[in-house]
């Protein structure tokens, strides 16, 4: 289970994160909804223990996460979002390197390396540098990454982004199939229908704060049935045009 309590997080003068408070249970698919900014990889980066929050805690199974409890941290995988780094890197020398930091035996790497790369059509690339792939590429090297460690927890920034098709459909099932064996897989993204076919459960995200906390049906039945798409689109309009209000009556104030 991961718990954020009260989670908020400061950059300079921004404030990404309002006070997240959110439950994520095992064998849920949770995704996180929101517009550029909405502070979708601030929350991601806080559980992977890039930054720290400046206020509240991040508790996996019950354990409040802290810098060096590296058995927590060694519960989860990270896929980011931006697949820029390790260019230098061969696709094997950071599965090598994720193989080591995750204690997995070489045999059990290879074995899921060659099943991977075979699923992801990386075959014979093992020898070939990061930075001479295509973005979606680099992306599939950080996919095979996490699935190679497969820990409980999967963490995916934007994780379709740049796959094509065949990979896209190969990873929504590998989702699936490891919720569904008790496990969380917590991803973003831009992709509404994806998120509406794959997710139990949804946060929306609004300038750092949760507009919505729950589960893709309910959410539905209270809209008559509308797609997640339509839903999201009205609610973040209904709260731009809330905020346009306020601003026109405080300048009206002045
Ligand atoms: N390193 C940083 N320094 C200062 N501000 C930052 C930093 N990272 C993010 N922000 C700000 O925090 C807010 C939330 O950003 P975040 O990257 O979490 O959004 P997001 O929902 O992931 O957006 P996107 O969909 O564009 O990836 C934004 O206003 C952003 O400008």
Redesign the pocket.
Known sequence: MIEFKEVS?K??T????DRVSLTIADGEVFG?I????????????NLVSI?EPSQGEIQVDGKTLTKDDLETKAKIAYVP?SPNMFLNLAAGEYWELMRVAYGISVQDAQAKIEEFTYLFALEGKQNHLIKSFSHGMRQKVFLIGALLVNPKIWVM??PMTGLDPQAIFDLKQRITDHAQAGNIVLF?S?DLNTAEELCDHIVI?R??QVKYDGTVEQLKRDHDNASLEKIYLDMIKQYDQADTQTATSEAGDQ
């Open positions: 997080k950059y300079d921004t404030l990404a994160m996180l929101g517009h550029n900014g909405a502070g979708k990889s601030t929350t991601i980066k930054i979002d920034d934007e973003s831009h995200l300038q750092g």
